[in-house]
């Protein structure tokens, strides 16, 4: 396994408003952008040439990452002019691929945290003799997801839309996000339109007899497309419950990148992530979040489950709890915004606008 092509091109709109200004995969995620993490990861496991498939802000990643050297990576970036799908977005970087046709190409989605064996995944393909090998991950609840049954081998047997009912629940079992394609099968799939990889070319791949072989790896797993999950996905980075060679320190209850300013008697603990040049005032509680560069929490405020936006501040004795607060939005003292409260960048809070009462 030498090669990757890493999907970066979505425009992430349920993380708004973090994505107003950043793509999802750069959002920095336990202190750098949450897309290192998987360059680093996929590094680690022996792959050494990535194409990324960009499209929203795609002028953002070749500045931040080169040509990938300093990560020990050759990469390449290709733009699709007009949203292409998956699987169009796939076809779309197939001219910068060096495989061979039987050869093995790994694919992977830039909005999954995941603990994932590749290499292991990688084995399965070869060893199977597949066309197209999938990660699956088992989920408690799997109604919001497509499942994909497999036979006692593995082999994967149909795949199924979300399920309404409980006699459709078939399995637990569902797509999370990584394959492995034989590079015959990029270039079969059409080009010039949108094509998605779940809902045309797998199923049609199944009808035509082709092999598609499922890997069941119930390791970590999160798909960090809402606000909640991305804070979430940081935080379990800090504390080591998700694996990731990119962080920058040690694993523990907070991670304090080194231009950031913490008063003595502030309390950082679950997983919180200080960025750059932010600060943290006297007597601050920040628990399970994520402070951008340059965000300033005030004295005695209490952020908890939140995500703070680059050079936004928080008033003194502010409660954020489950909230968003976008790049330089500015709230005020005595404000109090929880459960799933987005603050659009750059507004302005007067001090006590917001409160809530018990009985709310």
Known sequence: MTEAILLVGGKGTRLRPLTVNTPKPMVPAAGVPFLTHQLARARAAGVEHIVLATSYLAEVFEPHFGDGSSLGLSLEYVTEEEPLGTGGAIRNVA????????????????????????????????????????????????????????????????????????????????????????????????TGRPVSVERETFPELLSSGAHLQGMVDSTYWLDLGTPQAFVRGSADLVLGRAPSPAVPGRCGDRLVLPSARVAPDAKLTGGTVVGADAVVGEGARVTGSTLLAGAIVEPGAVITDSLIGAGARIGARTVVSGAVIGDGAQVGPDNELRDGVRIWCNTTLPAGAVRFSSDQ
């Open 95 to 190: 001219s910068r691929l060096h495989s061979g046709p039987d050869e093995p190409v790994l694919i992977f989605n830039g909005d999954i945290l995941t603990g994932l064996d590749i290499q292991a995944l990688v084995e399965t393909h070869s060893s199977s003799g597949a066309d197209v090998s999938l990660h699956l991950t088992r989920v408690e609840d799997p109604r919001a997801f497509g499942l994909v049954p497999t036979d006692a081998t593995g082999r994967v047997t149909a795949f199924l839309e979300k399920p309404q009912t409980p006699e459709e629940i078939v399995t637990d079992q569902i797509n999370a996000g990584a394959y492995v394609f034989k590079r015959s099968i990029i270039d079969a799939i059409p």
